[in-house]
């Protein structure tokens, strides 16, 4: 048994605080028993005292001026029995001191009767030798004789030290020890059955806890073992979830959702790097080709035109590497903390300053649109935007930016030839052109619409492609609106 395992910890727990009442109530059990047998055992029976003795008092002496009077003085002998007194006879002069004399004290005697009680002096330990068993006659009531009282304990018997084989024991001596040795016998039974009990009770109820404590950890165990059998190279297995509404279904369910999106993430991943090893490999393998041809055929080669097209097929790569890095940087950053950005400012920024061969319109709210997060980011994702409706519009483009109460509406529209309602979602992904874009001349690296989303997500947003107004395309971003969060920061 493991004793780290949480089984043995939760049964060890649940075993101690159940013990420790179980055993409060044994013992209490068994000081009941005992106290309730030294009260059967007790006998009742009453001891005489006589007591002798002499006592000086001055008769009829007067104080003289100056004399100081003596205390009384007495001197006594006492002896006691249960049943009966002997004293033998005592002359006058061995009751009296230089203090008491013939002439000035007075010779008394005395007798008192006081109930007593024998008690047995019972053990709890259950081992206890039955002869081994004293008991003790205690003053049932609180008498005493004079300025002398009584002692509380009179006499103490032990029947063990009598000697068994003595033939002229009394008759109750040999009564009582028998009774005594009977009642410790039926108490060491008394108190081992408790003792017994109480251990079997806490046994069953640890077997009980270790059983229960097993069955509702068996799907734990057997999450865990499909877990460690699970590998980033069969991530389509599943967990078992077992029956019913409890944490272990709802845990496993939240591993099963987790082990979902880890698969979507390794394949999306997979598919990134295939899609990104062929988009570097052809502007690689084109400047190569270029590079050799002009080399084997020095002479005849148009080296400024070579230089040009091998800088045009550096910048792609240099525009495409840039790209891929965005995306692994955005894979892992938040905007928590971040500023708040005006949108309304970065929309004219941005559209101010760029050079675009198509009319361009601009339809801005006259108040800020404050988002949080990084002027940088959205200034990309709205560059992105700019740059698909470039490649695909006929004579012109529209942004439009409007507010709700909750969100900010980023809208870039142009009018080209649009986006078919199938490819509305995939024209998203990593490296997807559709059949119009994948010319060298017009087609991009395929990562823009894909890098804008993810800026908008990371903006705790979301960008669509929607249904035009009148034709052509239609890009919408909404943004959550950063309502009480101050001044929009400066562009």
């Not at 030294?38 to 004399?67: D, H, I, W, Y």
């Not at 008394?108 to 008991?135: C, G």
Request: hydrophobic share 45%; with cysteine.
């Amino acid at each position: 048994m493991n004793r780290r395992s949480l089984r043995t910890r939760i049964t060890l727990i649940a075993t101690a605080v159940v013990a420790v009442p179980v055993v409060a109530v044994a013992a209490l059990a068994a000081v009941s028993l005992k106290d309730q047998a030294m009260a059967l055992e007790a006998a009742p029976s009453r001891v005489t005292v006589m007591c002798v003795g002499a006592f000086s008092e001055p008769n009829g002496a007067t104080k003289e001026p100056g004399q100081v009077r003596r205390e009384p003085v007495h001197h006594r002998q006492c002896v006691d029995d249960v049943s009966r007194v002997e004293m033998g006879p005592l002359k006058v002069r061995d009751l009296t001191t230089g203090a008491i004399t013939e002439s000035n004290g007075t010779i008394y005697l005395s007798a008192t009767y006081s109930d007593v009680v024998s008690i047995p002096q019972l053990s709890l330990w259950p081992f206890t030798d039955p002869y081994a068993i004293s008991h003790v006659k205690v003053l049932a009531s609180d008498g005493a004789l004079g300025p002398m009282p009584l002692p509380d304990t009179i006499e103490r018997v032990d029947p063990k030290a009598l000697d068994d084989v003595r033939t002229d024991m009394p008759p109750e001596t040999r009564e009582l020890r028998e009774r005594l040795a009977q009642t410790q016998r039926s108490l060491n039974a008394r108190v081992l059955q408790l003792v017994g009990g109480a251990l079997l009770l806490i046994a069953l109820f640890a077997v009980v806890v270790w059983v229960a404590t097993g069955r509702v950890l068996r799907p734990v165990v057997a999450i865990r073992r499909e877990m460690a059998d699970i590998t980033e190279h069969d991530l389509s297995r599943r967990v078992p979830v077992p029956r019913g509404r409890h944490e272990i279904a709802e845990l496993a369910t939240a591993v099963n959702a987790t082990l979902d999106r880890l698969e979507v993430a390794v394949e999306d991943n997979r598919r990134f790097v295939a899609d990104a090893s062929h988009e570097l490999r052809s502007p690689i393998a084109a400047l190569r080709a270029e590079l050799e041809i002009a080399t084997a055929h020095p002479g005849l080669t148009d080296w400024p035109a070579v230089v040009d097209a091998a800088l045009a097929d550096t910048h792609r790569l240099q525009h495409l590497a840039t790209d891929l890095l965005l995306l692994a940087r955005l894979d892992h950053t938040t905007t928590e903390g971040d500023a708040v950005v005006d949108v309304t400012a970065l929309v004219r920024d941005h559209t101010a300053d760029r050079r675009t061969g198509h009319a361009l319109t601009v339809d801005l709210p006259d108040r800020p649109a404050p988002v949080r997060g990084r002027r940088a980011l959205l200034d990309r994702l709205l560059g992105n935007l700019l740059d698909n409706a470039e490649l695909h519009a006929a004579t012109g483009i529209t942004v439009r930016l409007t507010t709700t109460a909750h969100h900010v509406i980023l809208e870039v529209l142009d009018d080209g030839p649009g986006i078919p309602p199938e490819d509305r979602d995939r024209v998203f992904d990593r490296f997807t052109r559709l059949d119009r874009a994948r010319t060298r001349d017009t087609g991009g690296t395929g990562l823009g619409l894909a890098i804008a989303r993810r800026i908008a997500t990371t903006h705790a947003g979301t960008l669509d492609a929607a249904d035009p107004d009148t034709g052509g395309a239609r890009l919408v971003a909404t943004l959550p609106l950063a309502t009480g969060a101050g001044h929009p920061a400066s562009p």
